[in-house]
């Protein structure tokens, strides 16, 4: 087994988009709930919305109505899509698979800055 493996962060302006994505095994991808995670300097890591293995989502207030959390069954990937983007949207972005391992179940995270 191996950490998820996110991509597609980067920088954005204020009302702009970008799309993560999180690839995992394919054991992991049809056993467990992915969730996208975020963080910044000096506080705790939050959650930012949650997909089931049967397509229950749930997002963070913060985000409702912006972001789509979805799941891609061809490929494995649980994906983020980020819209209307705002500065403190800001974050490190860690993808998470609720498997309960004690170290595998987090990636490495993905930067992502807002800014004008």
């Known amino acids: 087994q191996v950490p998820p493996v996110e991509s597609g962060g980067g920088f954005v302006q204020p009302g702009g988009s970008l799309r993560l994505s999180c690839a995992t095994t394919?054991?992991?991808?049809?056993?467990?709930?992915m969730a996208w995670y975020r963080q910044v300097p000096g506080k705790a890591r939050e959650l930012v919305a949650e997909?089931?293995?049967?397509?229950?989502?749930t997002y963070a207030d913060a985000v409702k109505g912006r972001f789509t959390i979805s799941r891609d069954n061809a490929k494995n990937t649980a994906n983020l899509q980020m819209d209307n983007l705002k500065l403190e949207d800001t974050a490190v972005y860690y993808c998470?698979?609720?498997?309960?391992?004690?170290?595998?179940?987090w990636g490495q995270g993905t930067q992502v800055t807002v800014a004008s």
């Open positions: 394919d054991s992991w991808f049809r056993a467990f709930s």
């Open positions: 997909i089931t293995v049967d397509d229950h989502t």
């Open positions: 998470h698979v609720d498997s309960g391992h004690p170290y595998l179940n």
